[in-house]
């Protein structure tokens, strides 16, 4: 079982950066792949990226790819999502969830961050 907790949303402005974080607490995280998603309003919740927590590769979304970046720091078991120039379509809740590596879904989940981009 692991235990999600996001961290790091707030209100920016168009072309501004935002880093969210993700602590995770499990008994191990190695087996796991961890990923960021989004929700906004009126539309379905959408995978951005994942990051499997041993070898650390990566997916990247085409709406995200070039301008997110998904890190793992493994000593403080936390999941990070670095935004670049962020654009008001990037409103929305953001979700860190888990999931077994040899599964396809998400059983675990974050309680939410809220990220608005607005001038």
């Known amino acids: 079982q692991v235990q999600l907790m996001e961290s790091g949303g707030g209100l920016v402005q168009p072309g501004d950066s935002l880093r969210l974080s993700c602590a995770a607490s499990?008994?191990?995280?190695?087996?796991?792949?961890m990923g960021w998603f989004r929700q906004a309003p009126g539309k379905e919740r959408e995978l951005l990226s994942a990051?499997?927590?041993?070898?650390?590769?990566?997916y990247y979304a085409d709406s995200v790819k070039g301008r997110f970046t998904i890190s793992r720091d493994n000593a403080k078991s936390t999941v990070y999502l670095q935004m670049y120039n962020l654009k008001p379509d990037d409103t929305a809740v953001y979700y860190c969830?888990?999931?077994?590596?040899?599964?396809?879904?998400?059983?675990?989940w974050g309680q939410g961050t809220q990220v608005t981009v607005s001038s």
């Open positions: 969830a888990a999931k077994i590596r040899t599964t396809t879904e998400y059983l675990y």
């Open positions: 499990a008994r191990t995280l190695s087996m796991y792949v």
């Open positions: 990051i499997t927590w041993s070898e650390q590769r990566t």
